[in-house]
């Protein structure tokens, strides 16, 4: 997912950084000699920041195994440190290290006046997902920082909560390609039928970018209820071959044996070498699943 560039190194640093919290950290940064953590903990509380930053840092990597200790420190500097690099800091160090009692901070510093820690919670909040987080989460889809909107879409797409389909649909039309493509993304999380319709209008648009409307589809196939099928149907005709073989890939995933009628007769109608080899393959695939289900003991559909 591609983030929009930040407008200085500084703030480069700490918004890359959100990226880390989807990445596991690997063994050997985790651990810490008894010292080192023992020094790390003094400088939280040191007066120069780049010292507290430092230290919070290094404790967020490597302080795993000593995590309930680290708790009331880190929720302190994310609530009250007066430098945003602290809070943000400390932001992105509950995050790697799962810290669930800090929610509450997290959910707090969404609001913060610093972009960065905001775009740090919500991160953090991926890694995170809680009830609570969901209406300031949604609060911060109408930031005026892509960045921050493109985070909330996809912490509310992990908490997967119906109050954000809306808002989330509202989204699709964003100024801004990456929140536009994770909105697209997180609303085939979301466990709504409401989430169909916004996705299957975005697909249909032949003005919107293909690799958008593509994303759709995709999202489309994962939402839950046969809904989503007669939806991938009716984009069976777009003018995009490319629109029209993911479709067919995608009922070939999702479809029964209710949709070989359509299927065919697209095949019947495609010019496009590579979309008919994809309906005959989506063809073999459903009817394979049918055969599979009879054998279970499933109902056999015509």
Not at 66 to 85: I, K
Not at 134 to 148: F, Q, T, W
């Amino acid at each position: 997912m591609a983030l929009s560039n930040p407008s200085n190194s500084l703030a480069a640093g700490f918004i890359a950084a959100a990226l880390v919290l989807l990445q596991p950290q690997p063994a050997a940064a985790q651990r810490l000699s008894d010292a080192e953590f023992s020094q790390a903990m003094t400088d939280l509380g040191a007066p120069d920041a780049e010292v507290r930053v430092a230290a919070v840092d290094l404790l967020g990597r490597g302080g795993r195994r000593r995590r309930a200790e680290l708790v009331p420190h880190l929720r302190r500097l994310l609530r009250t440190d007066p430098d945003w690099r602290v809070r943000a800091s400390a932001g992105r160090a509950v995050g790697r290290l799962s810290l669930r009692q800090a929610v509450p901070e997290l959910v707090t510093a969404l609001g913060d006046a610093q972009l960065d820690v905001r775009v740090v919670a919500a991160a953090a909040l991926w890694r995170l997902p809680d009830e609570s987080a969901v209406v300031p989460l949604i609060a911060l889809l109408s930031d005026a920082d892509p960045r921050a909107r493109q985070w909330a879409a996809l912490a509310l797409g992990v908490a997967r909560d119906v109050r954000a389909v809306t808002p989330l649909a509202r989204l699709l039309a964003d100024s801004d390609a990456s929140v536009r493509m994770d909105a697209i993304r997180s609303l085939g999380r979301m466990p709504d039928i409401g989430a169909l319709e916004p996705l299957r209008a975005f697909a249909a648009d032949s003005d919107k970018a293909e690799d958008e409307r593509l994303e759709a589809i995709n999202s489309i196939a994962l939402l839950a209820g046969p809904a989503k099928v007669n939806a991938l149907v009716t984009l069976l005709s777009d003018s995009d071959s490319d629109i029209r073989e993911r479709v067919v890939r995608s009922l070939g995933q999702v479809g029964d044996a209710l949709v070989i009628p359509a299927l065919r007769r697209a095949r019947g109608a495609e010019r496009v070498r590579s979309v008919r080899a994809a309906i005959d393959a989506a063809l073999r695939e459903i009817n394979q699943r049918t055969r599979e289900r009879a054998q279970r003991g499933g109902a056999v559909a015509p």
